[in-house]
């Protein structure tokens, strides 16, 4: 399949929702920067075109659930969440204190809008199968969506879970993988190759497509196919780069998750987001 | 047991609409008519304990209660850390119903010995474990699981176990049970050998010493108040379960017992496994001969520290 370069420039709004992230950075001077960066379009595009929801009722039992199973990546959930008035932006400046309701993974009884506390991966696709199975057993209608990392898919029980979702032909359930082909020590050719990756996911029963995970229209297009087939659950394998958007960041591992961030790198990092 | 506890799933399932069950690979037929009458609140999800955990706590989350049933050492060990964050953490109504508590499953060996399963699950914030020690006694817990908030852990012992519970006793979640008085020691006791504490109550009582038997089907949250108060009365406390010895309930009160700070110290003995895999097959009751979990050695034990406080 043909999938458009990855090194596009980005738009204003993915600028202005990385800038958001920057301000948690700012607040907490941590984070999993690089894949937070990665994800950013994934979420977007869910968020403005795709899912439903109500941010004044974040539980509210008719809303699609989207369930970020790289809990590692949670500063652009919390960005999106934000730009989508779940909470002020200011919890942003408490991210990772004392005080804040934003830790270094998302929780549920914590966020606003936060489906499933996550952070050990492997644990999200399980999860989203009993939420759509709940949605079938009460005919609710909603959709499922989880986000999955590459390194997450190194876990068995993300594949103890495709199995399951293809058996019950969970047609309302949508996976869409960052695969931005890094993870903490290298690339994931090198810790553990995944490849072939969408025959993986289509061997285990999925309906599955590629796509530019920074391509705004291709998401858009993609999500909007979805279910590719009434059968089955489809996945989304999102071509993406680590740290998307920040030169410095871009595919460089020691930002994969950084701590003592300083004042110099903030600055830089709002820099860029102005410059591009 | 396992029998009466499904039956009850059967028949909790019938009456309200959040029941659902999940099975990983149980035998044919297992709750067949439930199958039948309820096939959309029915699921049998193969060898995936880690998955199945994750689906019960989805399921849960919007609104059901789940009852998972596997083998003991699978729901416990192999799942651990989806019962801890997806089950615990989320705090959600999912009841793992473990087969095979302690040495049921002897002659299958170590693999499947669920001898560190309450051990395993006091360790974590918001679970609750049930080890009842008789089918009359699932009878009356499993009303009380619908709607108890958080996940519970019920700990099934081999099925046909003999009905030692009185009828007219109640069952409250947390609550700890004084099945017999006495004055002379305290046996404090969880699952089937309620049984064997029983018996060694009456064999001392032959002897004169009056062993009471508190009876903790619920060894976490733990009935403290009611173990304390019942070790205040007494100059001996002994422990016996089938379970090993670090972590379980004898652990749990040897803890209250040394922060009660009672005026006088208690004579205190555990009895459970020691701190090894068993190295024999046989059965349930030969392992528990083996490591002395008897009524004639639990006799002896509170004989012993009867009379080391008598002398």
Redesign the interface.
Known sequence: MKISPIEIKLDQRSRDLRKLIVQGIDGGRRGHIGSAFSLVEILRVLYDDVLRYDPKNPCWPQRDRCILSKGHGCLALYAVLVDKGFFPAAELKRFCKPDGILGGHP???KVPGV???T??L?????????????????KAGYRVFVIVSDGESQE??LW??A??AA?HKLSSLTVLVDYNKQQSYGTTAEVLDLEPFADKWRSFGFAVTEVNGHGVDELRAALAQAPVDPKKPTAIICHTIKGKGISFCEGNLSWHHKTRVSDDEIKLLYAELEAR | MRQTCLNMVYELAKQDPRVVFVGSDLGIGTLKQFKAEMPDRYYMEGVSEQNIIGIAAGLAMDGKVVYFNTIATFITRRCFEQVVIDLCLHHVPVRLIGSGGGMVYAPLGPTHLAIEDVAIFRAVPNMTIVAPADANEMRRLMPQTVNHPGPIYIRLGKGGDPIVTPDDQQFVIGKAYAIREGKDALIVTTGITLKTSLEAATALAQQGIHAAVLHVPTVKPLDADAIVAQAAKVPVVVTIEEHTLPGGLGSAVAELIAEANFPAAKRFKRIGLPDVFPDQYGSQASLMERYGLTAAHLARTVEQLHVAGVS
Request: glycine share 22%; net charge negative.
């Open positions: 929780e549920r009884h489906e499933a506390s952070g050990s492997g644990h999200g696709l399980s999860i989203g199968i009993g939420m759509a199975l709940n949605g079938r057993i009460e068995g029980s103890e879970a199995m399951c058996k």
